[in-house]
C-alpha cells in the first residue's frame, strides 16, 4: 500500500510558466516531507522541505505547500526554466523514523 | 569531492555471479542507506544502518546483503546476482535530527547502474 503517492507520471510546462507537482499521503502521522529532483545519471538531490507546523514553504522560485486536512501537498516552480527538466521524488519518513517513503516520482518537461 | 560516493559507476555481470557495490561518505553521518530504482517504482529501501553495529532490513532485503565496515562506508553485495535485480543502485546518508519533531534529509550518492545478464 503506497503511503507517499505521486498520481501524475510526467508534466510538461512551457519555460516561464508554473509547474505544479503533486504529492499526497495516507499516514495522518506524517509531520514532515521533503522533495527531491533527479537528473539522468545523477544522484536525488534535496529540494526544499515542510514542517507539518506549517502550511507553505518559500525557497527561491520554489514554493512548497501543505494540506493537512487533504493530506496532499504541491510543490510550484516559478517561472520554470528548462534546467528544471527532471524526476521530482515526494517523500515522507516512515512514523518509526528509521527511513524515508518515496513516491514514485514526476518526470518534469520545460519546454523553451 | 563529492560528498557520498560510489563505486563502480556502471557494472555489467552475468546470472550467478556475486558483486559487491560500494559506498563512502565524508559527511560524518551515522545513517546510511541502499535504495534501488526502477522505471515507474521510485526508490525502494534495500537496506539502512544506523551505525557500525546497526544493520536493518529494508522493504526489498532478499537477494541482498550488506556490510558497515566504518561509518564512512557501508556495501551492498548480490551473493548470486539474477536478471531482475538490473537496476539503479543508491546509496545515501542522513542527517537525522529530533529537534521537536522527527526531521531528515538525504544524500544520495551518483548511483551505480547495474546489468545482470
Known amino acids: 500500500d503506497q503511503q507517499v503517492k505521486q498520481n501524475s507520471p510526467s508534466l510538461s510546462v512551457q519555460e516561464g510558466r508554473i509547474s505544479i507537482l503533486n504529492c499526497d499521503y495516507t499516514?495522518?502521522?506524517?509531520?514532515?516531507f521533503l522533495w527531491y529532483k533527479k537528473y539522468p545519471a545523477e544522484g536525488p538531490t534535496f529540494l526544499i522541505s515542510?514542517?507539518?507546523?506549517?502550511d507553505k514553504n518559500e525557497d527561491g522560485r520554489f514554493t512548497v505547500f501543505l494540506n493537512k486536512s487533504a493530506k496532499h501537498l504541491s510543490l510550484h516552480i516559478v517561472p520554470s526554466q528548462p534546467g528544471d527538466s527532471a524526476v521530482y521524488f515526494c517523500?515522507?519518513?516512515?512514523?518509526?523514523?528509521?527511513?524515508?517513503?518515496f513516491g514514485k516520482g514526476t518526470t518534469l518537461s520545460v519546454s523553451s | 569531492d563529492a560528498d557520498v560516493t560510489q563505486t563502480p559507476r556502471n557494472r555489467i555481470t552475468k546470472t550467478g555471479k556475486r558483486i559487491m557495490l560500494e559506498c563512502s561518505q565524508t559527511?560524518?553521518?551515522?545513517?546510511m542507506y541502499w535504495y534501488r530504482q526502477d522505471p515507474g517504482l521510485g526508490l525502494r529501501l534495500i537496506y539502512y544502518s544506523f551505525d557500525v553495529k546497526d544493520i536493518n532490513k529494508g522493504e526489498i532485503s532478499d537477494g541482498y546483503s550488506v556490510s558497515r565496515q566504518a561509518q564512512a562506508k557501508f556495501s551492498l553485495s548480490l551473493e548470486s546476482a539474477i536478471p531482475n535485480q538490473t537496476a539503479l543502485y543508491f546509496c545515501?546518508?542522513?542527517?537525522?535530527?529530533?529537534?521537536?519533531?522527527?526531521?531528515?534529509?538525504?544524500?544520495f550518492g551518483p548511483g551505480t547502474r547495474l546489468l545482470v545478464l
Open positions: 515542510i514542517s507539518s507546523i506549517k
Open positions: 545515501a546518508t542522513s542527517d537525522f535530527s529530533t529537534s521537536g519533531s522527527y526531521q531528515e534529509t538525504q544524500y
Open positions: 559527511k560524518g553521518h551515522d545513517r
Open positions: 517523500a515522507a519518513p516512515n512514523q518509526a523514523g528509521t527511513a524515508l517513503i
Open positions: 499516514n495522518s502521522m506524517f509531520d514532515y
